[in-house]
C-alpha cells in the first residue's frame, strides 16, 4: 500500500495570477513559428497527411494553452525551518526542498512581458546541478524581498557548517 507522502507546511505561496499571461503568450509565440513554416510547407508540397500533422501540432498547442492556468495555479513554495518547499506539476507533479545552506546564487530574471506585468522569474542554484529550481511569476517586489531573505538564511546556515 501506498501511502501519501506528507509535507508539513505552515503556508504555500503562489506566483501571480499574472504569470497565465506570460505563459500563454509565449506558447502562442511558440506555436506561431511551428505551425506557419508547417502550414506553408504543407500548402507548397500538397500531401494531406502534412495537412493532418499540422491540425495534431495545432491541436496540441490548443490544449497545452487550456490547461495552462490550473498548471500555474499548481506552482507553488513554502518557506520552511531549514529549508525551501517548491511544488509544481497536476498530472506529473514535483517537490523539491532545498536546503537554505545548500543555496550558493538566488538570481532574478525579467523577460520582456513578464516585466512589462512586473513579474519576476527566481532562480536558485546548488553544488548538485539536477536540483536547479526556477519559481516564475513572482510579483518584482515579492522576488527581491525572498531573494534577500534566502540569501541571508543562506549565509546563517553555511556560516553554521
Known amino acids: 500500500m501506498t501511502e501519501r507522502l506528507e509535507l508539513p507546511v505552515a503556508e504555500w505561496h503562489r506566483v501571480s495570477p499574472k504569470y497565465v499571461v506570460v505563459d500563454v503568450v509565449g506558447y502562442i509565440i511558440f506555436a506561431a513559428m511551428i505551425l506557419i513554416p508547417a502550414s506553408l510547407a504543407s500548402y507548397w508540397i500538397g500531401f494531406a497527411w502534412m495537412w493532418a500533422a499540422t491540425a495534431a501540432l495545432g491541436l ?28 509544481r506539476g ?39 546541478a539536477a536540483s536547479g529550481v526556477t519559481i516564475p511569476g513572482l510579483p518584482a517586489q515579492d522576488a527581491e524581498e525572498l531573494r534577500d531573505t534566502l540569501v541571508t538564511l543562506a549565509e546563517s546556515r553555511r556560516a553554521g557548517l
Do not use: C, H, W
Open 90 to 128: 497536476i498530472l506529473f507533479q514535483r517537490f523539491v526542498a532545498i536546503p537554505y545552506g545548500r543555496m550558493q546564487l538566488v538570481d532574478i530574471n525579467r523577460g520582456p512581458l513578464a516585466r512589462a506585468l512586473g513579474l519576476s522569474e527566481l532562480k536558485f542554484v546548488t553544488a548538485a
Open 60 to 87: 496540441i498547442f490548443l490544449l497545452i494553452i487550456v490547461f495552462t492556468p490550473g498548471r500555474v495555479r499548481s506552482i507553488g513554495y513554502a518557506l520552511r525551518d531549514d529549508d525551501l518547499l517548491f511544488r
